[in-house]
């Protein structure tokens, strides 16, 4: 691409030659398209519909907000190399009037989102096509991960992204879900949705970008070429094995730069957080080492940390990603930390996993907010969020908390992404998964998780993987079926509650005691846990239950009586979503009444604890 920014427009002009092969078996007629900045185009776009105008909580307010693409010519290159002899005749053959606007999802004829082109002839398996595009993008007022905004100083800032015509993917037999034995491929193209990131392919972007010289660039890639002439700046970057390619400009960024290994890092940084550079460069040392360690290696040589305005931040793409800080944040609230953290992990499930964000957003948010609890605990300990004289919260809490506190019994894991009910989609994309995932580590150790997920990265980078994809890694690393797993916590929304309901001893003529726990599964999820029983003489005793049936009893005979049962003592459990009833401690046992009401008033004062908790979240 060949792009020039025009600040005063907000518009992006430029050339697009786009190379695609085709990788299907069989012919294929039909090319389809993103259109994504046409989702700001009015209000009657599928995305303004779902979002009601607004996004994380930016409203379009300026006298002409609006932002859309224009393709203004689309045709077949004429001065690339042979064509098949049929081809030669499509030779600069004029597509522009084949686009169609197409609305697979929803059939709201107003979205101007994905389009189709039909092809005078079709490209043989295998086959390259060459295009020429000309388009003019103009930026919304920023929303939703791009357009621009105007600083406190005054000066423009720009974020591209979903800026360009964008190739869709023909998913072939046997990849995802298509079947191996279909007769060919199918266009994946879903329509911008309020409630979805994005799916692409793979590919190599050689992308020229011209500003006014004040500006300063950030974008994906490796920069190769800077020059300044005529009061414009002209940089290029190229981009290897990435499947999208963003950039920002502003004359405000500060450029901080700092190397880890192979990796180059740049902060660009508002003036006034200039005092937080390093926090950001930090942040993200402290995810590039746990990932490649945890992992994998990352395999670009930079990564760009925005600090961003507004809508931008908080964001993705290839080898850049917004964070954005506020002036004076305080170092014990590491909110700044946790985002870079979290984008970085995207380089990764996003990057280059590539799941399909429409359809399993899981596997990308929730996946990277399970690897960021652990990133967040491990290097900044138990009160990795938030750090406050006694109060600390870590991330793998805190987004438990997320989970139990919002209706767990709703939204799948496995969902359409803009099929959720309002409000489930974050759950289940975010905290739900950091939950599950943090739960099957508990469940199986941490040496068989990080194995599992070396794999899963080592099989699957560059190659688009699906949930079924994740469940057969998991379950060759482990040699175990886990079927009741997945179905459960993944596919579907089985609720974990489990509780002591009674405890019962009594002694018996020679002096022994028998005793009864009676333990319960309060709903429908069910989950192997432990037992610990305590002895009024201080000894324990742990017992395995599997957790399927609705009620057990355990009766047990010893020397002493049981006067405290614990169910999953370790907290392995964390999708229990009451920790307050598994544990009791028997009423009926008058021996050592000073004990009991110690172990009562523990247990008061942890309801107490953990009321005061939730209320923050
Ligand atoms: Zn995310």
């Known amino acids: 691409m060949d792009v020039v920014l025009d600040p005063e427009t907000r518009s992006i002009k430029g050339t697009e030659r786009l190379t695609w092969t085709n990788p299907d078996s069989a012919p294929v007629d039909e090319l389809q398209f993103h259109m994504y900045l046409n989702a700001f185009k009015d209000n009657n776009s599928t995305f303004m519909k779902e979002s009601g105008g607004a996004h994380r909580g930016n409203t379009a307010k300026d006298e002409n ?3 859309g693409i224009q393709i203004s010519s689309m045709r077949i290159a004429d001065d690339v190399g042979d064509l098949r002899p049929e081809l030669l005749t499509s030779r600069g053959a004029d597509l522009t009037q084949s686009m169609t606007f197409i609305q697979p999802d929803d059939g ?5 989102t994905v389009f189709s082109v039909q092809l005078p002839q079709s490209v043989a398996p295998g086959e390259t096509i060459t295009l020429d595009i000309t388009f003019e993008s103009r930026l919304p007022e920023i929303v939703a991960r791009t357009g621009w905004a105007i600083s406190e100083s005054g000066n423009p800032f720009i974020f591209a992204g979903q800026w360009f015509p964008k190739i869709a993917v023909l998913e072939i037999p046997g990849q995802r879900y298509v079947p191996a034995d279909a007769s060919k491929g199918v266009w994946n193209a879903h329509q911008f949705h309020a409630n979805s990131e994005f799916y692409a392919d793979f590919g190599t972007f050689d992308v020229t970008i011209r500003v006014p010289e004040s500006f300063v660039v950030g974008a994906s890639g490796i920069q190769v070429e800077e020059s300044i002439s005529d009061g414009f700046k002209t940089v290029r970057y190229k981009a290897d094995d990435v ?3 963003a950039w ?5 960024f500060l450029e901080f730069t700092q190397q880890w290994r192979h990796v180059s890092i740049k902060a660009l940084i508002q003036p006034a957080h200039t005092g937080q550079a390093q926090r950001h460069i930090d ?3 402290v995810a590039l080492e746990r990932y490649d360690e945890w992992i994998g290696e990352y395999p670009y040589t930079t990564l760009t940390v925005v600090d961003g305005i507004g809508g931008s931040n908080g964001m993705e793409y290839p080898t850049l990603i917004t964070a954005g800080t506020t002036y004076g944040l ?4 590491r909110v700044l930390e946790l985002v870079t953290i979290h984008e970085f992990g995207h380089q990764y499930f996003y990057g280059l996993m590539a799941s399909n964000e429409f359809e399993e957003a899981w596997l990308d948010e929730g996946m990277n907010s399970y690897i960021e609890t652990k990133i967040l605990d491990d290097a900044y300990g138990p009160g990795s969020v938030m750090e406050l004289g006694p109060i600390k919260i870590g991330d793998i809490q805190a987004q438990r908390l997320g989970y139990v506190k919002n209706d767990p019994s709703k939204g799948a894991l496995f ?10 989609y974050s759950k289940a994309s975010y905290s739900k998964p950091a939950t599950v995932m943090n739960t099957l580590e508990r469940y199986w150790g941490w040496d068989m998780q990080q194995r599992f997920l070396k794999a899963y990265y080592a099989k699957w980078r560059f190659k688009h993987p699906t949930t079924r994809d994740i469940q057969n890694v998991a379950e060759e690393i482990s040699g175990e079926d886990l079927e009741w797993f997945f179905s459960q916590f993944v596919y579907g929304v089985a609720v974990v509650d ?3 309901q009674s405890i019962r001893s009594t002694k018996k003529d020679d002096g022994s005691y028998s005793s009864t726990i009676r333990v319960r599964r309060e709903q429908d999820g069910g989950f192997p846990l432990t037992l610990r029983l305590t002895y009024s003489d201080g000894t324990t005793k742990d017992l395995e239950w599997d957790g399927t049936e609705s009620w057990r009893d355990f009766k047990l005979q010893g020397g002493s009586a049981v006067i405290e049962a614990f169910l999953d003592p370790e907290f392995k459990m964390l999708l229990d979503i009451n920790r307050l009833n598994n544990r009791l401690v028997a009423n009926d046992y008058a021996d050592n009444r000073f004990a009991r009401k110690a172990q009562l008033r523990a247990i008061s004062l942890y309801q107490k604890l953990f009321f005061v908790f939730s209320g923050l979240f």
């Open 65 to 67: 907000p609006w932002g």
């Open 498 to 500: 489990y509780s002591v």
């Open 243 to 245: 499947h999208d390619f």
């Open 330 to 333: 305080p170092t014990w609230m």
């Open 283 to 285: 942040a993200a040392i």
């Open 108 to 112: 709201n004829v107003d979205d101007q």
């Open 248 to 252: 920002t400009a502003s004359p405000d």
């Open 415 to 424: 969902t359409r992404s803009w099929e959720y009910r309002m409000g489930d």
